[in-house]
């Protein structure tokens, strides 16, 4: 699939969509999203991460209502992934109502990691605790015939991770948009990649999502907590620097891999 071209249009729809009221907001920049990535074809078998949050519920709700539509034509599976020695708990329960009502498969897995004991030198916790979860992941779609796993990232979750990367890493980069895997016949989706956070938050709430039981002991310990409060900061000077920031990786080709470094 060729690259997108740098969008010319995204100042202009986002102050269209700011007239909506919330839900007409979302699922139009959903459906953009799907649409202007090319995140969606017919038959596709998309497993989407369930983790409980309020993202991951929001995807999985839009992805089940784009699937009613006849064209393009998808199945939609989900994927809980328990870590069991992690004290980050959702109600497996409520999950399974929430894809029953949805009409969507629900899977759930248990695994761990070894815990590095103090002092010992190894990979951060949460960097261990995502690869298990997206091990898991990769081995379930390929199980459950999927050729795509859809992801609950949305634009701020993306753009944090761009001046991640600009301020510890020396580089301006970011997760994709859609990533074609090299060494599995797989791709990642990020179809919220549109929406913002705040949006989603008051959707949840709206929506009256129900929240985990029980949160990650390290999720405000880290870089990107720290990324949230200089581009909240940074927003407060410029309230276009969002738009700034993703045409800026428009124009640099980081939405899209079409293979996997």
């Not at 979750?157 to 301006?172: E, K, P, R, V, Y």
């Not at 994709?176 to 959707?203: F, G, N, S, W």
């Amino acid at each position: 699939m060729p690259r997108l071209q740098p969008s010319a249009v995204i100042l202009p729809s986002e102050g269209r969509e700011l007239l909506m009221d919330l839900e007409q907001r979302i699922v139009r920049r959903f459906g953009r999203a799907v649409v202007q990535y090319g995140l969606i074809a017919d038959g596709d078998r998309i497993l989407v991460g369930l983790s409980g949050g309020k993202d991951s519920l929001c995807l999985l709700e839009l992805l089940a209502r784009r699937a009613r539509i006849q064209r393009p034509a998808f199945e939609v599976v989900a994927l809980h992934v328990r870590m069991e020695n992690i004290s980050y708990e959702s109600d497996t329960s409520y999950l399974k109502q929430f894809c029953d009502r949805l009409s969507v498969p629900l899977h759930v897995v248990n695994t761990r990691f070894d815990a590095p004991s103090e002092g010992q030198k190894t990979k951060p916790v949460c960097f261990l605790c995502s690869w298990m979860r997206r091990k898991q992941l990769f081995n379930t779609a390929q199980e459950l015939g999927c050729n795509k796993i859809a992801l609950g990232h949305h634009q701020d979750d993306i753009i944090h991770t761009a001046l991640m990367n600009l301020f510890f890493q020396g580089h301006f980069s970011t997760m994709p948009v859609r990533l074609q895997m090299r060494k599995m016949p797989l791709t990642i989706i990020r179809p919220l990649c549109l929406e913002h956070e705040a949006d989603i938050k008051a959707y949840a709430q709206q929506q009256q999502y129900l929240e985990q039981k029980k949160r990650c002991p390290y999720e405000r310990d880290s870089n990107r907590t720290t990324m949230r409060l200089v581009f909240e900061q940074m927003d407060t000077m410029n309230g276009e620097t969002r738009y700034s920031i993703w045409n800026a990786l428009e124009r640099e080709d980081k939405l899209i891999e079409d293979k996997e470094e």
